[in-house]
């Protein structure tokens, strides 16, 4: 057991140190193939400087890389390989689109073909930062985008299955350009999805779609709870605001009850049966009093003081929701998106 | 122990009764009266207009009542001469029901035929029935009541006597008036039925009520 922990570190230890001996190895040779360049050694220049960019990939140090290539293109351009020195700085513009070499090192002739290739190549780079967090419509995050040449791109937020989720910018870009998204969806509210694709596309000023770039964006909101929204008013908190048919029923059998006592009284205390003059004048009193009732309380008729106060408590009511409604947006405003930005992807149409 | 825990009670029923709103009413009444006489010697009718006031005072369930009128009252078709009629009641009632006064008093009625007076003072026992019907301006109510005893000088003993009273109460809103209009009618039997006497009127008041 002991012996297989030694040999893992001792394999571990000799993987580190192949690392180590091949970046010193890819530098060296750099370092070779510059002074060679400098010396006008042109060929043994480029037979170094191949070797050091066969052996560092590029994305360990990205600096060497594009010294490199830029070194290598002039050492093709002196040995007479136009078309190996064009290809080589297209090499570089695609790793580099913002890359310049320094014109106080490199001369007119390599200048000029560098910036001719530049001019012919389309393409464009993304900077991300990997991690982002912004508040939701206040806050931004912040895309650049550098350009190899004048091109006109379109910047699209998709959602994972294409469908658009956003624009972003639509228009030309000569360098450099800074897009911003403050964390809305298209129509203004907090996204709904928890990924989306931050979609770059590049064409010619003819509008030939050269370069695709596409960076996924994960998403995480964190918001306060809303508020839920006060309960309208129930039927049966408002008040009718016709009247039924109750109050004129009411005040047709009140009447016809008390009319009917007064007519039976004589008879209920041993009286006279017979209709008395008086009798006649109460009941003539009463039955008025219930037409007008009924007439008064006529089925249908609005009913304006319980109208008001139904008004008063919608108009409460509304106010209430109001109030919700603006705490809700009070709170969807401080919620917060943390945005993760992935690796960058790069496709060509045709696949060229 | 006893008569702290008494002392309590007392406390309780004050501070309630402290709480309660006496409510006084009172203005004026008219009353058309019709009066007829039945005897073996014949019948006699009168009619006339008495004047007078009314009362009330409401304390919680308890209420007191006071009535006075007077008038004349005349012969319908001849025959006996005019008399004074003078009337009054008194009555406290309790209200079990918000719709339903129980009480009870004394009615006294007194007719003045040339200096001579007859008094009728009646002992009687109330119910009354008063609900709402047309919202709350208007409100039907229906009284009857029964003379439990009596105290009559004419010859005749009495018998029984009944008697009720069915109307409205005209409330007008926002102020703190009433009307009144009902029928009234009082029926008296003496001697085993070979007197009785019927008094009958519309009865119109106007109270000032505080509510």
């Not at chain 1, 012996?3 to 890819?26: K, P, T």
């Not at chain 1, 228009?171 to 999805?193: H, T």
């Not at chain 2, 009330?56 to 008038?71: A, E, H, P, T, W």
């Not at chain 2, 129980?102 to 035929?113: C, D, F, N």
């Amino acid at each position: 057991m002991r012996s297989m922990a030694l040999l893992g570190l001792l394999a571990c230890g000799l993987g580190a140190g192949s690392r180590a001996a091949r970046a010193q190895s890819s530098a060296n040779l750099l370092g070779d193939g510059i002074r060679a360049y400098r010396n006008l050694e042109f060929d043994l220049a480029a037979r170094r400087l191949r070797g050091a960019l066969a052996q560092s990939p590029g994305k360990d140090a990205p600096a060497d890389q594009a010294t490199g290539l830029v070194y290598l293109g002039a050492a093709d351009l002196f040995r007479g390989r136009r078309d190996s020195a064009t290809a080589v700085f297209r090499r570089l513009i695609m790793f580099d689109p913002g890359y310049q070499p320094d014109r106080l090192i490199f001369p007119p002739e390599v200048t000029g073909l560098f910036d001719r290739v530049r001019q012919e190549t389309k393409t464009l780079a993304i900077a991300v930062p990997q991690e982002t967090e912004i508040a939701v419509g206040d806050g931004a995050l912040s895309v650049r985008l550098v350009a190899s040449s004048f091109q006109t791109v379109e910047v699209t937020l998709l959602n994972t299955d294409g469908g658009p989720f956003r624009q972003l910018y639509a228009g030309p870009i000569g360098d450099s350009l800074k897009v911003q998204w403050d964390g809305l969806d298209a129509a203004g509210g907090i996204p709904a999805v928890d990924r989306v694709l931050l979609r770059v596309a590049s064409r010619t000023p003819s509008g030939v779609l050269v370069a695709i770039r596409q960076v996924p964006l994960d998403l995480r909101v964190f918001r306060g709870d809303t508020l839920a929204w006060p309960p309208a008013p129930t039927q049966s908190q408002l008040l009718p605001e016709r009247s039924s048919g109750g109050p004129a029923a009411r005040a047709l059998l009140g009447g016809i009850l008390v009319s009917g006592a007064v007519i039976a009284l004589p008879t209920i205390v041993g009286g006279s049966g017979a209709p008395s003059e008086p009798q006649v004048a109460v009941v003539g009193a009463v039955g008025l009093a219930s037409l007008v009732g009924c007439i008064l309380h006529r089925p249908g008729r609005p009913l304006e003081a319980n109208i008001r106060s139904n008004e008063t408590m919608r108009e409460e009511w509304r106010q209430r929701v109001a109030s919700v409604k603006a705490e809700n947006a009070r709170r969807v405003r401080q919620a917060r998106l943390a945005i993760h930005a992935g690796e960058s992807t790069f496709i060509r149409p045709g696949g060229s | 122990m006893r008569t702290l825990l008494v002392l309590l009670a007392l406390a309780g029923m004050a501070a309630r009764l402290v709480a309660q709103k006496l409510r006084p009413a009172v203005g004026p009444l008219v009353i058309g009266v019709h009066v007829r006489n039945e005897s073996p010697a014949g019948t006699d009718e009168f009619s006339g207009t008495t004047f007078g006031g009314e009362g009330g005072l409401s304390f919680g369930r308890l209420v007191l009542r006071l009535d006075y009128v007077q008038g004349s009252v005349s012969p319908v078709s001849g025959g006996p001469s005019a008399r004074d009629l003078i009337e009054g009641r008194a009555e406290i009632g309790f209200r079990p029901l918000r719709w339903l006064t129980l009480g009870g008093g004394p009615h006294a009625r007194a007719y003045v035929i040339d200096g001579r007076s007859v008094r009728w003072v009646l002992w009687n026992v109330r119910g009354r029935a008063e609900g709402n019907f047309i919202g709350s301006a208007v409100a039907g109510y229906m009284e009857g009541w029964r003379a439990v005893s009596a105290d009559v000088n004419v010859p005749e003993p009495f018998d029984h006597a009944e008697g009720g009273e069915a109307g409205i109460v005209l409330r007008l809103s926002g102020a703190p008036l009433q009307a009144r209009v009902a029928y009234r009618i009082d029926h008296s039997v003496l001697g085993g039925g070979s007197r009785q006497e019927t008094v009958e009127g519309v009865v119109v008041a106007f109270s000032v009520v505080r509510r």
